[in-house]
């Protein structure tokens, strides 16, 4: 049975990451900053801790930190961007590319 999940997720600057540890292991999502723009570049999820939602929380953590600090955000990573192609809410935070 799984054990209910009871931290929260950590921004770790110093690590250019947001991270959640669950079980001894860490799940998180890495990014780079630049002015005005937070670009998402990969996420993680241990296998052993994969189908439980948890790469969503981190992803959305970090989503709320983009908009508190009000930065457009470059999806790079596949996960982050399916992330956003399927929560509307966020959808405004993405970068607009000029046409």
């Known amino acids: 049975m799984q054990q209910p999940l009871t931290q929260t997720v950590q921004h770790d600057p110093s690590r250019h990451r947001f991270e959640l540890a669950v079980d001894g292991e860490t799940v998180f999502t890495e990014y780079r900053l630049t002015p005005g723009v ?11 801790l994969r189908g439980r939602g948890l790469a969503a929380i981190v992803v959305k953590a970090a989503l709320d930190y983009a ?31 000029a046409t």
Do not use: G, M
């Open 38 to 48: 937070i670009t998402f570049l990969h996420t993680l999820t241990p296998p052993r």
């Open 67 to 97: 908009r508190s600090e009000k930065l457009q955000v470059v999806p790079a990573c596949w996960y982050v961007n399916e992330y956003i192609d399927t929560h509307p809410e966020f959808q405004d935070l993405r970068v607009q590319r």
